[in-house]
């Protein structure tokens, strides 16, 4: 006997569709496990895009656990783009251990970006954050280097809209330079390193942030440089090449002075004789208009004469020695 095949491949579909839309083993582990939800909503479920399994389940989850949680809280939260399983657990966590945490308060943790359940697990396992190198010059000007351990508990109250971790490490680094600055020496400083730990403590660094500061452990103190010694260095490099500055220019300055002074002297010598080449004209001139006589003129040469003559027996080696002008000759033959 055949029968025919279209009909029982419409029906086949027909029927993955209901299943697919309904899925009764799901409704029936919901009813057994004691969450109420009917056909209807799991279809709606589909119809919104929403995992019918992914909502039993968390609703399974928090039934058991004793959370009183509806299928709409939990598909509203889906829908906004939650984690739902996170939420639960952390839900759950926290009602284990005694926390304070509504759903509300979950679901906009979870919504701001956060890890729920991890923020849940520090707050009853508190974790350990290690700063990097912090850097820090005591008074009498040596550099320590300082690795602190952080102690944190997450504050679920300030979860959203509090700082993270990156503040905490900003801030415990700034209270651990202001700590070993305000240090006369770098050995007090060694001697006494959990002073460091009770000052940055006693500011409230975590006020803001997600998270409560439990304690501040100095690890590691190493000794760095010679900051204060490499300052008074270059501070006296400095002001050495500042003074070569002044004195290239005073030196400058000075031949300038020396130059123009040279100038000025030549400038007078030039003037002499501009001066003495004016005096064989003015002799003529007086010749010319009988103010100077013959003899008077030789006496004048004679005076000349002698006056050479002296000069060069004083001084032998210069340019008039040993030479007589013939006025001084003609003066004694007349």
């Known amino acids: 006997m055949n029968f025919p095949l279209f009909p029982l491949a419409v029906a086949a579909v027909v029927l993955l569709v209901f299943l697919y839309f309904f899925p009764i083993s799901l409704w029936v ?37 004793g959370l009183q949680l509806t299928a709409n809280d939990l598909e509203t939260h889906f829908l906004a783009g939650g984690n739902v399983p996170s939420v639960i657990k952390a839900l759950i966590s926290a009602d284990k251990a005694n926390i304070p945490l509504s759903f509300k308060q979950a679901t906009a943790i979870d919504l701001a970006g956060r890890n729920v359940f991890e923020a849940v697990t520090t707050s009853v396992n508190p974790k350990v954050i290690n700063t990097p190198n912090v850097a820090a010059v005591s008074q009498d000007g040596i550099q320590l280097i300082v690795i602190a351990r952080v102690t944190v508990r997450a504050n679920i109250a300030q979860l959203v809209g509090g700082a993270g971790e990156e503040t905490i490490l900003a801030r415990v680094g700034e209270g651990i330079v202001t700590s070993i600055g305000s240090s006369k020496s770098h050995k007090e400083v060694l001697e006494n390193p959990d002073k ?30 010679n900051i204060g010694a490499k300052l008074q260095i270059d501070q006296a490099a400095a002001d050495l090449r500042v003074a070569e500055a002044r004195a290239e220019e005073r030196r400058a300055m000075a031949v300038a002075v020396e130059q123009e002074n040279r100038a000025k002297t030549q400038e007078a010598k030039s003037r002499v004789v501009e001066a003495e080449a004016e005096i064989p004209k003015a002799i003529a001139e007086a010749f010319r208009s009988g103010n100077l006589g ?32 013939p006025g001084r000759e003609e003066g004694r033959q007349s």
């Open 29 to 65: 582990t919901a009813i057994f496990s004691g969450v109420r939800v009917s056909l209807f909503q799991l279809a709606f479920m589909r119809v919104r895009k929403v995992p019918p399994s992914l909502i039993v389940n968390s609703l399974i989850t928090s039934t058991k656990a």
């Open 294 to 325: 013959v003899m008077d003129y030789y006496k004048m040469r004679n005076v000349q004469a002698d006056t050479e003559m002296r000069d060069s027996i004083a001084n032998p080696g210069g340019s008039g020695s040993g030479s007589i002008k």
């Open 196 to 225: 460091i730990s009770k000052l940055v403590l006693s500011k409230g660094l975590d006020a803001g942030t997600a998270f409560e500061i439990l304690s501040i452990d100095i690890a590691d103190v190493d000794i760095g440089e």
